[in-house]
């Protein structure tokens, strides 16, 4: 899926007031059960998440970025698409994964719907 998260709607900062104050509707986490540590907890709706997160199967990485971001969503998703690198022309997922994992595999083990080919299936074989 591609698309944007809201990260702290997602890891939500429930101890800190600011956050409290700048999103009083959509923020409060309230009693919930899903507390990661005395700061954050996932969001009441992500269950599934803080089940895989307490078997140790699912991990957060938070102030995940980089330098001098420019606040574009297409141009940051392009990015870290391509890892930052520019003259890369094939995706990191798709060569891990398409190029290494899917050899013989079913030609829909990856669906897009759309006139364009999105820069995650850029492989060196794509498969979709």
């Known amino acids: ?3 944007g998260n809201d990260g702290l709607n997602t ?8 956050y409290h104050r700048a999103r009083p509707r ?8 899903s507390k990661i540590n005395d700061e954050v907890a996932f969001n009441s709706n992500l269950g599934g998440f803080k089940t895989l997160y307490d078997a140790g199967e699912l991990s957060v990485i938070q102030g ?3 330098p001098n971001p420019n606040r574009s969503h297409s141009v940051d998703r392009d990015l870290a698409n391509r890892l930052g690198f520019r003259q890369v022309h094939r ?3 798709a060569r891990r994964y398409f190029d290494n994992a899917c050899s013989g ?3 829909t083990v990856a669906v897009n719907i759309g006139r364009q080919m999105p820069q995650a299936f850029a492989a060196k074989t ?3």
Do not use: R
């Open 11 to 18: 890891i939500v900062p429930y101890s800190n007031d600011f």
């Open 1 to 3: 899926m591609a698309g």
């Open 91 to 93: 995706n990191w997922m």
């Open 126 to 128: 794509p498969k979709a």
């Open 26 to 33: 959509i923020g409060p986490v309230g009693k919930s059960n």
């Open 105 to 107: 595999c079913d030609p």
């Open 64 to 66: 995940v970025g980089y």
